[in-house]
């Protein structure tokens, strides 16, 4: 059943608690609720709104906003270790990942308490601790609500959906034009811990080896020491994506700062991936703060609201960030955050 508002404050159901209007927002749970509420044709303006994790408003949404709040887990088969398993869209994710070290299944663990619904996974593709959502995906089903009669419903393998790093097919040509209403993952039965990615080794270790719920333990507490509580601090997780550079810059940089952290990228030999949270602290701005917004004190990729901010705020610190580093570094850092 569909839940209807009009003229509804958004402070609540937005990480950063900024205090902005929609003109509508309708909590669906159906493919029904879409085709009614769709049913008199497209609306002038609408898009999905999620848990409002990775989206900072910067005035009023006039039009409508769809908020998936499906949220049923279905085991789909088991065949040998490999068992699939489809979940609605308005699920909490971190409350998929830990029904699946619960039930002991392997593949999300990486991913504990990364804020955010499972419909939202796939759009960014998220990721953390050396995993992605990509990697035990299999497919997402989406309701595509300006085709066929009043809308249809299209299944997107893992392949069509084109995952690359915090990329995928729901922000480029689907933008816009598709609700995720479900996304299937294959876990695993068969331990495969994955824990090559910084501290982790060494904090499952501490707890007593990598047993599913050590690992996820450690995770959830290494994202504890670094990533403010958005019910204390409002932010969206990082503000900026690491930057993708070719071989040569990262190595003219390497050479002045040989300290500085650099990753391989999906993208070939050529190219580096680089820490922005390394060169925006390098820059000096770990802790900045600015009136109401700041750059967080433990992590430089994450900016904070200290209270009553307002998104230009948000924005026009991120400009500030964004321009010192390419002025100390030379290079370009986008923001993973969507403005409105
Ligand atoms: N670093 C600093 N100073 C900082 C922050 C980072 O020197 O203020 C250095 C760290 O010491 C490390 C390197 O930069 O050497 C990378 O930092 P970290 O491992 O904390 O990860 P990240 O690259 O800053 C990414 C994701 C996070 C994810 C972590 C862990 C992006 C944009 N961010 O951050 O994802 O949790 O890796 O895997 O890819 C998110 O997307 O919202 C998010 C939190």
């Known amino acids: ?52 994790n990775n989206i900072l408003f910067t005035q009023d949404y006039r039009g409508l906003l769809l908020t998936p709040v499906a949220d049923r887990i ?3 088969s088991e065949e040998g270790d490999r068992v699939r398993v489809r979940v609605e869209a308005g699920l909490e994710w971190d409350d998929l990942v830990a029904w699946a070290v619960e039930h002991e299944l392997w593949g999300l663990e990486n991913l504990s308490l990364i804020p955010g619904k499972v419909g939202a996974a ?19 089903e989406c309701f595509l609500p300006g085709e066929g009669e009043g809308g249809v419903v299209r299944t997107f393998s893992r392949e069509e959906c084109r995952f690359g790093y915090r990329e995928s097919i729901f922000k480029q040509e689907l933008k816009g034009r ?59 997780g990082s503000f900026f994506k690491n930057p993708v550079v070719d071989l040569r810059k990262s190595e003219e940089l390497k050479s002045i700062y040989p300290e ?25 701005l770990k802790g900045y703060r600015e009136g109401r917004v700041g750059v967080h004190d433990r992590q430089a990729l994450v900016l904070v609201n200290h209270g009553g901010a307002t998104g230009s705020e948000v924005i026009s610190l991120a400009r500030k960030v964004q321009q010192q580093v390419l002025e100390k570094f030379g290079v370009e850092i986008d923001t993973e955050v969507n403005n409105f």
């Not at 996820?216 to 020491?225: D, G, P, T, V, Y």
Request: charged residues 25%; glycine residues 8%.
């Open 122 to 140: 796939p759009v960014q593709n998220i990721g953390a601790y050396g995993s992605e959502a990509k990697d035990c995906l299999l497919e997402v």
């Open 1 to 52: 059943m569909k839940q209807e508002f009009y003229n509804i404050s958004l402070c609540n159901r937005n990480s950063f608690h900024v205090e902005q209007q929609a003109e509508r927002l309708v909590e669906f749970t159906s493919e029904a609720d879409l085709r009614e509420i769709f049913a008199a044709g497209l609306p002038e303006r609408w898009m999905v709104f999620s848990g409002g």
């Open 74 to 76: 279905e085991i789909l």
């Open 260 to 284: 500085m952290p650099t990753y391989p990228s999906a993208e070939g030999p050529e190219r580096v991936k680089l820490a922005a949270g390394w060169l925006i602290d390098r820059a000096g």
């Open 178 to 236: 598709a609700i995720i209403l479900a996304v299937t993952f294959a876990l695993s039965r068969t331990a495969q811990p994955n824990i090559g990615y910084g501290d982790v080794a060494r904090e499952v270790e501490a707890r007593g080896g990598a047993t599913l719920k050590n690992i996820r333990e450690a995770i959830c507490s290494i994202r504890r020491s670094k990533l403010p509580d958005t019910a204390v601090l409002g932010n969206a």
